[in-house]
């Protein structure tokens, strides 16, 4: 089941942060690089970040989440979330296949991942996104940014 993240239940935005926390260790294994903002994001900053939050849960436990924001008619997704034991097991599609059917004024998704993050990349290309470029946002670590146009 998906449903939104409610930021005034304290006991289920930890369970994101901590999800967040396992979840962005192995992306920053694949791309070899340990200070990605979501492993160094306090609990604090984590509860001010000011983004929407989609979860998704296998009976009571969380397996995955989604954020995004949004700004006119373009929709940025933030972060993906899923939890290890969940990998491969069609969560973060459904996530991104929900957020599109519930914003229908959208005209374009955006998602940036690590270059080296082959998972995540044909995650967003199986779903339509395009990919955009890379850039190097610091020596040697590269970003892959993608759209998807409506």
Request: hydrophobic share 40%; proline share 4%; charged share 25%.
């Amino acid at each position: 089941m998906i449903k939104n993240i409610d930021f005034e239940d304290r006991s289920l935005v930890k369970k994101v942060f901590e999800l967040q926390k396992a979840s962005y260790l192995i992306e920053a294994e694949l791309i070899n690089f340990y200070e990605i903002p979501p492993l160094r994001e306090s609990l604090m900053e984590f509860e001010e970040c000011g983004e929407m939050f989609l979860g998704f849960f296998e009976g009571e436990e969380l397996a995955g989440a989604l954020s995004y924001e949004t700004t006119g008619q373009e929709l940025t997704i933030c972060r993906m979330i899923v939890h290890p034991h969940y990998f491969r097991m069609g969560i973060a599609h459904r996530l991104i296949a929900h957020l599109e059917k519930n914003h229908p004024n959208i005209a374009i998704f955006k998602v940036s991942t690590g270059r080296e993050n082959t998972p995540a990349k044909n995650l967003y290309l199986k779903n339509g996104f395009q990919h955009v470029e890379d850039i190097e946002v610091v020596p040697g670590l590269f970003i892959s940014h993608f759209e998807k146009e409506r």
